[in-house]
T-cell receptor, first 115, second 114 residues
Framework: DQQVKQNSPSLSVQEGRISILNCDYTNSMFDYFLWYKKYPAEGPTFLISISSIKDKNEDGRFTVFLNKSAKHLSLHIVPSQPGDSAVYFCAATLTFGSGTYKYIFGTGTRLKVLA | KAGVTQTPRYLIKTRGQQVTLSCSPISGHRSVSWYQQTPGQGLQFLFEYFSETQRNKGNFPGRFSGRQFSNSRSEMNVSTLELGDSALYLC?????????????FGEGSWLTVV
């Protein structure tokens, strides 16, 4: 049961244009959503996050949008740069009463920004 | 602050052997979690430790085990290795917070089972 889905395995975008990466989830109890970027042979790097009580969070060129009614999350990168070429993972967390939490990751989307 | 450190970075083992991977979390982080990444499978959660106790466990067989020490350093062990265990094993550390729990990854340990 894949609770967090990234349906596009890959995406190509021209440099300077907008990149939109999408993520769908099924569990309405997720309380926190994050995006990680991963270069080959490196560990994932935290990019940006959003609480489930918000619908938008912006950090420089990166904006995450959350549509709770559609259970949909998206990451916008504007403008896209060649250095943004990487695999992007969407993640959602479940926080339990004891304060413990669990991360669930999507399968990733490979972004290629063309110069 | 130094990041999450994993050792070894690369290793090759033979089917049937066992392997131990090590992870040093970011200073001050008490939560350590482990993930397996294989092509097309994303990041599969193995287990999470906090204050030397396993708090969460994913759906992996008992051959996969872990532990955490009093200094928050963690190890994971895979016994009776199978070819399908070949993967990138990632460790992540985090602070324990009730308001958003961002975890930070190490560079991973690449395991090849032959």
């Amino acid at each position: 049961d894949q609770q967090v889905k990234q349906n596009s395995p890959s995406l190509s975008v021209q440099e300077g244009r907008i990149s939109i990466l999408n993520c769908d989830y099924t569990n309405s109890m997720f309380d926190y959503f994050l995006w990680y970027k991963k270069y080959p042979a490196e560990g994932p790097t935290f990019l940006i996050s959003i609480s489930s009580i918000k619908d938008k969070n912006e950090d420089g060129r990166f904006t995450v949008f959350l549509n709770k009614s559609a259970k949909h999350l998206s990451l916008h990168i504007v403008p896209s740069q060649p250095g943004d070429s990487a695999v992007y993972f969407c993640a959602a967390t479940l926080t339990f009463g004891s304060g413990t939490y669990k991360y669930i990751f999507g399968t990733g989307t490979r972004l290629k920004v063309l110069a | 602050k130094a990041g999450v450190t994993q050792t070894p970075r690369y290793l090759i083992k033979t089917r049937g052997q066992q392997v131990t991977l090590s992870c040093s979390p970011i200073s001050g982080h008490r939560s350590v979690s482990w993930y397996q990444q294989t092509p097309g499978q994303g990041l599969q959660f193995l287990f999470e430790y906090f204050s030397e106790t396993q708090r969460n466990k994913g759906n992996f067989p008992g051959r996969f085990s872990g532990r955490q020490f009093s200094n928050s350093r963690s190890e994971m062990n895979v016994s009776t290795l199978e070819l399908g265990d070949s993967a990138l094993y990632l460790c992540a550390s985090g602070e324990d917070s009730s308001s958003g729990n961002t975890i930070y990854f190490g560079e991973g340990s690449w395991l090849t089972v032959v």
